[in-house]
């Protein structure tokens, strides 16, 4: 079992910045890879940002140059830093590990981007 807690959500305005955090309740040396994930309003769950257990990141074209994914070992902690954050970039984001053969996800923390 994972227990995994996200927060750092929020209302900001374009152009805004937030960092997202995920508190995993194991060492994140057990995950091969962790992940944020975002929903927007009526889409389906969609990949955001991934980063390996050796550093390697992937990212969704639509945050490339403006989104970073980060991890803090001693802190068992998966970070999203969203800079130059845009309406569209408005969605519940949840953090994802796949452990032991099961997904596991956080409850989710909302992002809303408005003037």
């Known amino acids: 079992q994972v227990q995994l807690v996200e927060s750092g959500g929020g209302l900001v305005q374009p152009g805004g910045s937030l960092r997202l955090s995920c508190a995993a309740s194991?060492?994140?040396?057990?995950?091969?890879?962790m992940a944020w994930f975002g929903q927007a309003p009526g889409k389906q769950r969609e990949l955001v940002a991934r980063?390996?257990?050796?550093?390697?990141?992937y990212y969704v074209d639509s945050v490339k140059g403006r989104f970073t994914i980060s991890r803090d070992n001693a802190k068992n902690t998966v970070y999203l830093h969203m800079n130059s954050l845009k309406p569209e970039d408005t969605a519940v984001y949840y953090c994802?590990?796949?452990?032991?053969?099961?997904?596991?996800w956080g409850q989710g923390t909302q992002v809303t981007v408005s003037s």
């Open positions: 980063i390996s257990s050796g550093g390697s990141t």
């Open positions: 194991r060492s994140v040396f057990n995950f091969n890879h």
């Open positions: 994802n590990v796949f452990y032991m053969q099961s997904d596991y």
